[in-house]
């Protein structure tokens, strides 16, 4: 195995100047779709290379139930760096499991909860769910079985904004149903339980998303400026959203990176191209190569790691 089962670990580090700037290069839609793939294939060869390093710690156990010759004093010698880190992988792993199993948890029980508090949908209504409530907010509610997705609005909210702003506000949330911008938000979230190294990815989709929803809102709308307007208005009404983006996308939630300035001067600047190239940056070209390179090599170190894992073991278990 060697140090290939270790590259997957510290690899995700490639990832990190891509993220930022795909943000400021990108087309939003783009940047999501990118960034989202990046985070995920890293994630799961990280931890693909965690379990690796379990089954050699496992196999150091006594008592463990995988076979007496996986633990043999030749078995040992031909992995013998990975004695010690395999008894921390273990460790490791399984905080990784829990961390991940509770964000899907969480993230199932919220939407439910969420569905269960909006009055039923009936034949007609369409998607939109106005809530009389003296609190302005909206997000968008992903479909669960047996429902649709649907935009839900305050009272409070919609006497804020004017007309415009309204069609504004409820095309933005409609997009990030129609772009399911909560399985990007979920799979970066998760990506980022796994290897901690991801956080500035998960961060940089949880703008591109919003981005994405705004530019997606312009085009319904026809205004950029309108959805610039209704983005500051909702900014400076919402609450903080305790269930987070990678549960309910808020339309205009505050965060720490404070996105609304940004999301706000890139609608008042020309709509963004939705073409690849020519690239318009040499460093987003330079970030985009270190990336897919730290990709390619976390796949393929993982591969190698698991074949060679794989090829002892085999060899130390009587058939």
């Not at 995988?66 to 008894?87: F, N």
């Amino acid at each position: 195995m060697g140090v290939f089962v270790y590259l997957p670990l510290v690899l995700p580090l490639t990832a990190l100047p891509m993220a930022r700037l795909a943000e400021q290069h990108l087309h939003p839609r783009s940047a999501t779709r990118l960034l989202a793939a990046v985070g995920s294939t890293l994630a799961l060869c990280s931890t693909l290379c965690l379990a690796l390093l379990m089954v050699v710690g496992t196999a150091q156990l006594p008592g463990n139930p995988l076979p007496d010759g996986w633990s043999d004093p030749e078995v040992r010698a031909a992995v013998p760096y990975e004695e010690k880190a395999g008894l921390i992988a273990i460790v490791v792993l399984g905080a990784v499991l829990t961390a991940c199993g509770s964000t899907l948890l969480r993230h199932v029980r919220t939407r439910i909860r969420a569905a269960r508090a909006l009055p039923p949908q009936r034949a007609g209504d369409g998607d939109l769910a106005v809530v009389p409530s003296p609190d302005p907010y909206a997000y968008a509610l992903p479909g669960t079985p047996g429902r649709d997705g649907r935009v839900v609005v305050s009272s409070a909210m919609l006497e804020c904004l004017d007309a415009r702003e309204r069609r504004a506000l409820v095309a933005h949330e409609r997009a990030h149903l129609t772009g399911r911008h909560h399985r990007y938000l979920l799979a970066t979230q998760l990506a980022a339980r796994a290897n901690p190294f991801l956080l500035p990815l998960r961060t940089a989709v949880a703008y591109s998303t919003e981005r994405w929803a705004d530019e997606e809102a312009a085009y319904a709308v026809g205004s950029r400026r309108a959805v610039a307007t209704a983005v500051c208005k909702a900014a400076l009404l919402s609450p903080r959203h305790e269930t987070g983006p990678a549960v309910l996308p808020a339309f205009a939630a505050p965060s720490p990176a404070g996105p609304v300035p940004r999301r706000v001067a890139a609608l008042l600047d020309p709509e963004p191209s939705a073409g690849l190239w020519p690239p318009r940056s040499a460093h987003l070209v330079l970030a985009a190569v270190t990336a897919t390179v730290g990709t390619a090599a976390s796949a393929l170190s993982s591969l190698s790691a698991t074949v060679a894992l794989v090829g002892i073991l085999h060899a130390a278990t009587p058939l």
